[in-house]
């Protein structure tokens, strides 16, 4: 299972774009990159997934570069309500296991 | 449809005391997990369950035990409860959102052991 490193926390104020970057230099040919969210008191729930370049839904961006070793979680225009702590997983469609990181926290400011 | 529920909500334990925490999807999920998440810490996956009558031990499996009833339900058993077990417990399914597979989480157990 592919080890991911994220920053333990970011700031940011409301209405900016936030960057979240993951690392995962051991990700493996069929390997699919997850992020999620968790509020407080509350289980995460699905941001996004991609396999490689760039994906994008009605909440979030995900780009990955060529080489697939690291993926970056963009949200557009944050508001209070999307702090939280993100998490990066990596893992195969095929396999069950999964290794959640630490994650970061996003705090957004006024 | 209620996607993943788990009950307890909240339970408070003397050590050496056991239980069990019950969870169930009614989403049809082959695939089942339980995590559990110490203050301002990620998750740590205990047990997960393929799919119905298997079982498979996750990062942290020392103290607890997991049954797979049926393919709606997987309890997870505390035999002897220790302080060192105080966590949140969550409980996930894994199925497609769309064309993408994703794990859907329950509210989550809180438990204290004292």
Redesign the interface.
């Given at each position: 299972l592919a080890k991911t490193t994220q920053p333990i926390s970011m700031d940011s104020y409301e209405g900016q774009e936030v960057n979240i970057t993951c690392s995962h230099n051991n990700i493996a040919t069929n390997d699919?990159i997850?992020w999620?969210q968790q509020f407080p008191?509350?289980?995460?729930?699905?941001i996004i997934?991609g396999y490689k370049t760039k994906v994008t839904n009605e909440v979030a961006s995900l780009f990955i570069p060529a080489d697939r070793k690291s993926s970056t979680l963009s949200l557009p225009r944050v508001s209070l309500s999307d702090t939280a702590?993100y998490?990066c997983l990596v893992a195969y469609?095929g396999g069950?296991?999964?290794?959640?990181?630490?994650?970061t926290r996003l705090f957004v400011k006024a | 449809n209620a996607g993943v529920t788990q009950t307890p909500k909240f339970q408070v334990l003397k050590t050496g005391q056991s239980m069990t925490l019950q969870c169930a999807q009614d989403m049809n999920h082959n695939s089942m997990y339980w995590y559990r998440q110490d203050p301002g810490m990620g998750l740590r996956l205990i047990y997960y369950s393929a799919s119905e009558g298997t079982t498979d031990k996750g990062e942290v499996p020392n103290g607890y035990n997991v049954s797979r009833l049926n393919k709606r339900e997987f309890s997870l058993r505390l035999e002897s409860a220790a302080p060192s077990q105080t966590s949140v417990y969550f409980c996930a399914s894994r199925g497609l959102a769309g064309r993408q597979e994703t794990q859907y989480f329950g509210p989550g157990t809180r438990l204290l052991v004292l």
């Open positions: 699919y997850t999620y008191s509350q289980g995460p729930r699905f997934q702590v998490y469609t069950f296991k999964t290794i959640f990181g630490a994650g | -």
